[in-house]
Nanobody, 126 residues
Framework: QVQLVESGGGLVQAGGSLRLSCAPSGRTLSTYVMAWFRQAPGKERQFVAAIDWSAGKITYLDSVKGRFTISGHYAENVVYLQMNNLKPEDAAVYYC???????????????????WGQGTQVTVSS
Protein backbone atom coordinates (compact mmCIF):
# COMPACT_ATOMS: atom_id res chain seq x y z
CA GLN A 1 0.00 0.00 0.00
CA VAL A 2 1.32 3.42 -0.92
CA GLN A 3 1.98 5.86 1.89
CA LEU A 4 3.24 9.40 1.84
CA VAL A 5 6.22 10.04 4.06
CA GLU A 6 7.10 13.49 5.33
CA SER A 7 10.46 14.61 6.66
CA GLY A 8 12.26 17.80 7.59
CA GLY A 9 10.34 18.95 10.63
CA GLY A 10 12.02 20.10 13.79
CA LEU A 11 12.59 22.89 16.26
CA VAL A 12 13.53 26.32 14.98
CA GLN A 13 13.64 29.82 16.41
CA ALA A 14 11.22 32.44 15.18
CA GLY A 15 12.56 33.92 11.96
CA GLY A 16 14.27 30.69 11.03
CA SER A 17 13.67 28.29 8.14
CA LEU A 18 12.80 24.67 7.55
CA ARG A 19 12.30 22.61 4.43
CA LEU A 20 9.76 19.81 4.49
CA SER A 21 9.82 16.95 2.01
CA CYS A 22 7.18 14.43 1.05
CA ALA A 23 7.54 11.34 -1.08
CA PRO A 24 5.57 8.13 -1.50
CA SER A 25 6.85 4.86 -0.13
CA GLY A 26 6.31 1.95 -2.44
CA ARG A 27 4.99 2.60 -5.91
CA THR A 28 4.47 6.05 -7.36
CA LEU A 29 1.04 7.60 -7.61
CA SER A 30 -0.71 9.27 -10.50
CA THR A 31 -1.36 12.56 -8.76
CA TYR A 32 -3.15 15.64 -9.96
CA VAL A 33 -2.63 17.82 -6.91
CA MET A 34 -0.30 17.58 -3.94
CA ALA A 35 -0.71 19.75 -0.90
CA TRP A 36 0.46 20.56 2.60
CA PHE A 37 -1.86 20.93 5.56
CA ARG A 38 -1.10 21.59 9.20
CA GLN A 39 -2.81 20.97 12.50
CA ALA A 40 -2.02 22.68 15.76
CA PRO A 41 -3.17 21.24 19.11
CA GLY A 42 -6.87 21.83 19.65
CA LYS A 43 -7.40 23.20 16.16
CA GLU A 44 -8.77 21.84 12.91
CA ARG A 45 -6.55 20.75 10.08
CA GLN A 46 -5.68 23.79 7.98
CA PHE A 47 -4.71 24.08 4.33
CA VAL A 48 -1.25 25.56 3.77
CA ALA A 49 -0.33 25.18 0.11
CA ALA A 50 -1.10 23.13 -2.98
CA ILE A 51 0.46 22.49 -6.35
CA ASP A 52 -1.81 21.45 -9.21
CA TRP A 53 0.35 19.65 -11.73
CA SER A 54 -2.29 19.54 -14.44
CA ALA A 55 -3.33 23.19 -14.23
CA GLY A 56 0.15 24.48 -13.46
CA LYS A 57 -1.28 26.35 -10.49
CA ILE A 58 0.02 26.99 -6.99
CA THR A 59 -2.17 28.16 -4.13
CA TYR A 60 -1.23 29.34 -0.62
CA LEU A 61 -2.92 30.16 2.62
CA ASP A 62 -2.88 33.94 2.88
CA SER A 63 -0.88 33.99 6.10
CA VAL A 64 2.04 32.07 4.55
CA LYS A 65 2.24 33.91 1.23
CA GLY A 66 5.68 35.39 0.72
CA ARG A 67 7.19 33.14 3.41
CA PHE A 68 6.44 29.58 2.25
CA THR A 69 7.15 28.05 -1.16
CA ILE A 70 5.75 24.77 -2.45
CA SER A 71 7.60 22.93 -5.19
CA GLY A 72 8.14 19.42 -6.39
CA HIS A 73 8.67 16.85 -9.11
CA TYR A 74 5.54 15.48 -10.76
CA ALA A 75 7.01 12.26 -12.10
CA GLU A 76 8.48 11.33 -8.72
CA ASN A 77 5.45 12.47 -6.68
CA VAL A 78 7.85 14.49 -4.52
CA VAL A 79 6.73 17.76 -3.01
CA TYR A 80 8.59 20.23 -0.82
CA LEU A 81 7.60 23.08 1.43
CA GLN A 82 10.26 25.70 2.01
CA MET A 83 9.29 27.69 5.09
CA ASN A 84 11.10 30.94 5.78
CA ASN A 85 10.63 33.56 8.48
CA LEU A 86 8.78 31.09 10.65
CA LYS A 87 6.50 32.43 13.34
CA PRO A 88 5.28 30.79 16.55
CA GLU A 89 1.79 30.54 15.02
CA ASP A 90 3.23 28.29 12.28
CA ALA A 91 3.94 25.58 14.83
CA ALA A 92 1.92 22.47 14.06
CA VAL A 93 2.08 18.97 12.69
CA TYR A 94 2.46 19.32 8.94
CA TYR A 95 0.84 16.75 6.65
CA CYS A 96 1.40 15.97 3.02
CA UNK A 97 -1.61 15.02 0.91
CA UNK A 98 -2.20 13.78 -2.63
CA UNK A 99 -5.25 13.91 -4.88
CA UNK A 100 -5.27 11.09 -7.44
CA UNK A 101 -8.75 11.66 -8.87
CA UNK A 102 -8.80 15.43 -9.47
CA UNK A 103 -11.44 16.91 -7.25
CA UNK A 104 -11.63 20.27 -9.01
CA UNK A 105 -9.95 23.58 -8.36
CA UNK A 106 -10.89 24.06 -4.70
CA UNK A 107 -7.66 22.97 -3.08
CA UNK A 108 -8.36 23.86 0.52
CA UNK A 109 -10.75 21.02 1.27
CA UNK A 110 -9.06 18.13 3.02
CA UNK A 111 -11.74 15.74 1.79
CA UNK A 112 -10.54 15.93 -1.80
CA UNK A 113 -7.23 14.27 -0.95
CA UNK A 114 -7.13 10.50 -0.85
CA UNK A 115 -3.58 9.89 0.36
CA TRP A 116 -2.05 11.38 3.50
CA GLY A 117 1.21 11.16 5.33
CA GLN A 118 1.67 10.63 9.05
CA GLY A 119 2.83 14.17 9.64
CA THR A 120 6.01 15.89 10.76
CA GLN A 121 6.21 18.20 13.76
CA VAL A 122 7.28 21.80 13.32
CA THR A 123 8.01 23.72 16.52
CA VAL A 124 8.83 27.42 16.50
CA SER A 125 10.26 29.03 19.61
CA SER A 126 9.77 32.72 20.24
Amino acid sequence: QVQLVESGGGLVQAGGSLRLSCAPSGRTLSTYVMAWFRQAPGKERQFVAAIDWSAGKITYLDSVKGRFTISGHYAENVVYLQMNNLKPEDAAVYYCAADTSYGGSFYMSASRYDYWGQGTQVTVSS
